[in-house]
Every structure is written in structure tokens, then in C-alpha cells.
């Protein structure tokens, strides 16, 4: 073959596959307009018989999420949302979850009773009808598709967004063309009180930015303060007999749990928000009792007014963005923090050993011993320790935000999560 034959057969490869490449690559504008669909569900079930019901379909004027990877997750999820195009059964976009749920079905209230939890997801308006299926994971990472339904995007039925007298100021501008968009709620505060949260909300951007891979990447966040008013100030306390009437209906004893401050009511929560530029919640409580909680691509809730409030905040943040686990574990827990034989976590930060090569092994020094004694602590900044004596899962660090309230910052093990989480929502 001579130079000249050989140099045209590489030039018509080349464009064969860039021309492929082109055609399978997906962009955002192939599938979706700049609305947003808001999927509302009722899961339901025990312990051993799940459901999962569609409740309503709501079209938000804009779309506040990403715009590259549609089709990929960086996590599995305890759950997933999955579009696809109902033509060509083409998957077109996943979003990965957790659930009040998910967590709930671990507890033995579960083996006796049946019950029903909201959950609101966002997703990008299709263009044309598509294909929703709503999964969960269990302990083997096993998916089960508990929910398929069609969405045609003509549908008379789909309740359009409606304008609210909800005010909200923008308290930090992103400098990228696609943002990561964050509401800041206002839970518990009344009118009067709107000055006091803002002032929290505030601390929160303050908080956020005090992290070193917040830091780095300041400028992808556009984060927006809800002034959300409550008639009641403060928030629900059932182990008290205390019932408030507030913006999102959040209550302690979730579970049980004393210090665990959720709300079930997640469409009330969307609604209040229809219009405001969001993507992820953060919820914060007008109390001083100390208290919280996380949940992956759902919200982030914690307490104002506690001397914690800092590092609490940024902590559910960390499960409510990047799915981060807590690395603290108590003998007897809100929900099961022990390792199932011979399976990995999906959670990025921590592990049972089983395939460490897949999680921060690459992060360890040489001389690490695995797992990492706490003899060792103080002398390595990254090991496998053990959570809790017998439970069978490990973490990165003593040293870090997922862990406690004391350090200054996350392990280097969960800046790295983060750090991918915030790249894939900005990627093109």
C-alpha cells in the first residue's frame, strides 16, 4: 500500500468514527426542552412487599439540572429514575436516589404494618413520549423495577407550574453556564422572623465555601434563599406532644429517633418551590435543638440555631448531594449500618473490604496496614478503620466532616466524591 493510499484509508476510518461517534453521542437539546417535569410518587409497602404509584406530573417552566451525563450516574442509589425514549427504548436520563422509604423498610415497624411515603424527583421535559421506570436496589445491589409508566409530553393532564408569592433572593452567583442550583428553605420561620433566616442561609453559603472542594469550586454554585413562611414558629416535636404549623410540615422522632428531623411531606416542599430556580434542597429549622438529616437527592434538613448548626449543615449536605455515608455508626442506629457478606457499599466513603480496590485503595500509603489498627491513627491520614467493633464496614478517616463535628473539613476520600459529583453536574 503506498504512503498516499495508506493516508486516505486512515482520513476515512477517522471520519467513519468521529461521524459514529457524533451520531451516539447524546445532547441534551436531542430529548429535552428547557422545562422540567416533576415526578410524584407514593412509595408503599412493608418489609416484604414494595409499590411504587405515580401521583401527579408537574411541568416547571425551566430546567435547573444537568445538562451532560445524561444517561450516566456516578452512584447506584438505594433507588433509580430512568427515561427512556419510548420510540427507540434509548435510555436518556438517570437520576439515583435514597428514601425515607428505603430507610423505614429496615425497621421492624416494617415486618408488622404497611405504610406510605411521598417522594418527588426532578427530570428534564422530554420532547417526545418516554419511558419512566422507577428501581430500587436491595443489599446484593440486586435492581428491581417496581414502577414503568409513560409520559407523553401533549398530555392535558400534566399540571403546569404555578406562579406563588413565595419571595427568594439569589445569595451566591454561579460564573458557569450550568450551574449546580441550590434552594435554601426557610422551615419554621414567620414573617416577622424572615430577617433571622436569612441570616442562616447566609451562614450556610459561608459554611459551604469553608470546605476545600466547595472552595475550588465556588463559582459552579448558584444558590438561592427561599423565604418560605410558617405559621408557626419553630418545628413539630412528637415526643412531646408538640405539632406546629410550618412551611414544609418537619418533624423530630422520625423513626423514633430523637434527634432526627425529617419531613414526609415532600410534594407540600416542591410546591412551595414551583418557579424558584432549584435543583437541591437544603431545609433549615428554626430551633435549637440539635438535630437533622439527609437524603440522597431529596434534601438536606438540619437546625439553625444549635451551636453546630456549621458543620451540620455542610454534613447533610453531603448525603443529600454526593450520597455520602455517615462514617459514625452507634451500636443501635436509625437504620442498619452493618456489611452485607461479600457485597461493597455503593456509598463512596466507606467499605467492607470485599473489593477495596474499587473504593480509596489508590489513596493509601504502602505502608497501611488493611484494615487500619487506631494504633495508627494520628500517623496516616487515610486507612480502613473500623467503624463500629463487629459491623463489618470501614472508613477513610477519624478526621473528617462525614465523621464528627470537630475536624475543619472532609477526608481527602470524600473531597474526591464530591469533587466528582460537582463535575458531573457541570459537565457539557
Known amino acids: 500500500m503506498t504512503l498516499y493510499k495508506a493516508v486516505i484509508k486512515l482520513v476515512l476510518v477517522l471520519t467513519i468514527s468521529l461521524s459514529y461517534i457524533s451520531a451516539e453521542a447524546q445532547q441534551f437539546d436531542d430529548y429535552f426542552t428547557e422545562k422540567t417535569l416533576r415526578l410524584d410518587y407514593i412509595f408503599a409497602g412493608n418489609r416484604t412487599d414494595q409499590h411504587i404509584y405515580l401521583a401527579d406530573l408537574v411541568q416547571l417552566d425551566k430546567w435547573n439540572g444537568r445538562r451532560g451525563n ?67 436496589f436491595n443489599q446484593q445491589h440486586k435492581e428491581t423495577v417496581l414502577l414503568t409508566h409513560l409520559v407523553d409530553p401533549n398530555d392535558i393532564l400534566i399540571r403546569k407550574a404555578t406562579k406563588n408569592d413565595i419571595p427568594y433572593e439569589v445569595i451566591h452567583k454561579a460564573s458557569i453556564a450550568n450551574p449546580i442550583t441550590v434552594a435554601i428553605v426557610a422551615e419554621g420561620y414567620q414573617e416577622a422572623e424572615m430577617d433571622e433566616f436569612m441570616d442562616y442561609a447566609k451562614k450556610t453559603v459561608h459554611s459551604l465555601f469553608q470546605h476545600k472542594v466547595f472552595k475550588k469550586h465556588e463559582n459552579a454554585f448558584e444558590i438561592v434563599a427561599v423565604k418560605s413562611p410558617s405559621k408557626d414558629s419553630n418545628v413539630s416535636v412528637p415526643s412531646k406532644n408538640i405539632w406546629r404549623s410550618t412551611a414544609v410540615q418537619s418533624n423530630f422522632d422520625t423513626f423514633y429517633a430523637e434527634r432526627y428531623l425529617t419531613t414526609s411531606h415532600t410534594r407540600l416542599l416542591h410546591n412551595l418551590l414551583e418557579n424558584i430556580p432549584y435543583q437541591h434542597i437544603i431545609i433549615l429549622a428554626n430551633t435549637d435543638v440539635y438535630g437533622g438529616g439527609g437524603i440522597l437527592n431529596s434534601y438536606a434538613l438540619t437546625t439553625t440555631k444549635n451551636e453546630q448548626f456549621a458543620p451540620v449543615v455542610v454534613h447533610e449536605f453531603g448525603h443529600s448531594f454526593a450520597g455520602l455515608a455517615d462514617e459514625y455508626f452507634y451500636a443501635v442506629d436509625v437504620f442498619e449500618n452493618k456489611a452485607v457478606e461479600k457485597i461493597e457499599p455503593w456509598e463512596k466513603n466507606n467499605t467492607s473490604l470485599v473489593d477495596f480496590k474499587s473504593k480509596w485503595a489508590d489513596m493509601v500509603s504502602k505502608n497501611t496496614t488493611i484494615p487500619t489498627p487506631d494504633s495508627m491513627l494520628g500517623t496516616v491520614k487515610i486507612g480502613a478503620f473500623e467503624g463500629l467493633k463487629g459491623n463489618g464496614l470501614y472508613i477513610p478517616s477519624h478526621d473528617c466532616r462525614m465523621k464528627a463535628n470537630k475536624p475543619k473539613d472532609f477526608c481527602p476520600v470524600c473531597s474526591r466524591a464530591l469533587e466528582e459529583m460537582i463535575l458531573f453536574y457541570t459537565s457539557k
Open 70 to 136: 445524561l444517561s450516566k450516574t456516578p452512584i447506584q442509589g438505594n433507588g433509580q429514575v430512568k427515561v427512556y425514549d419510548a420510540e427507540t427504548n434509548k435510555l436518556i436520563y438517570v437520576l439515583p436516589f435514597s428514601s425515607l422509604f428505603q430507610e423505614w423498610l429496615t425497621q421492624e415497624e416494617s415486618k408488622q404494618t404497611t405504610k406510605s411515603f411521598e417522594n418527588s424527583y426532578l427530570v428534564p421535559f422530554p420532547k417526545a413520549k418516554a419511558k419512566v421506570e422507577v428501581s430500587f
